[in-house]
Nanobody
Framework: QVQLVESGGDLVQPGGSLRLSCAAS????????MAWYRQAPGKQRELAAI???????HYANSVKGRFTISRDNAKNTVYLQMTDLKPEDTAVYYC???????????????WGQGTQVTVSS
């Protein structure tokens, strides 16, 4: 089994910064894409940023230029550096990873439990 554990969510003032972390553990042979999704109250979950195993990144237009996704493959960890935060960034942020648990299994999608980010004065 694979577990994703997020940390770093908090209450921050507009214009502030936060760094989210997500560590994958358990049976892991290979991790493909890793990503951060977010879900605001009353809205659907949406992709914020995604990073491939080779480091290629893609961002939602709403966060481009303010958020930076990165990963440490040796630690099976993905990060989301968020700057110039706005009230509309308030959401539960979920970590995602596509993981191949063993050499004999195919890839599967895994999710973290979510971490709350609140941007308010």
């Amino acid at each position: 089994q694979v577990q994703l554990v997020e940390s770093g969510g908090d209450l921050v003032q507009p214009g502030g910064s936060l760094r989210l972390s997500c560590a994958a553990s358990g049976s892991i042979f290979r991790i493909f894409d890793m990503a951060w999704y977010r879900q605001a109250p009353g809205k659907q979950r949406e992709l914020a940023a995604i990073i491939s195993s080779g480091g290629s990144t893609h961002y939602a237009n709403s966060v481009k230029g303010r958020f930076t996704i990165s990963r440490d493959n040796a630690k099976n960890t993905v990060y989301l550096q968020m700057t110039d935060l706005k009230p509309e960034d308030t959401a539960v942020y979920y970590c995602y990873a596509r993981v191949q648990p063993t050499t004999t299994q195919g890839g599967a999608d895994y999710w973290g439990q979510g971490t709350q980010v609140t941007v308010s004065s």
